[in-house]
């Protein structure tokens, strides 16, 4: 599983979720019980993984979508 992006921006969370959903593109959303940690106070990212060889499918069906996504960071690994 590869990272795709971290938000703490529910909306656009549920936004990518629906996405990649329609993409057929198996993904994970990590950190969603940390608001008992932080107190509920929204403030720690969310991150959102996808399969390794569904990835570049995920990215540009974000980037269409005018998702703005940071570099790949996993980019010539």
């Known amino acids: 599983m590869r990272e795709i992006l ?3 921006d529910p909306v656009l969370i549920s ?7 329609q993409a ?3 993904h994970l959303l990590l950190d ?3 608001s008992i940690m932080e107190g509920s ?3 720690l990212p ?6 390794d060889d569904r990835w570049a499918l995920a990215r ?3 980037l269409d979508a005018e998702i703005e996504l940071g570099p790949d960071k996993y980019a010539g690994k």
């Open 32 to 34: 969603t019980n940390m």
């Open 60 to 62: 540009r069906t974000l």
């Open 41 to 43: 106070l929204g403030i």
């Open 15 to 21: 936004f990518i979720e629906y996405l990649l959903k």
């Open 46 to 51: 969310r991150r959102i993984l996808v399969e």
């Open 6 to 8: 971290r938000t703490n």
């Open 24 to 26: 057929d593109v198996y």
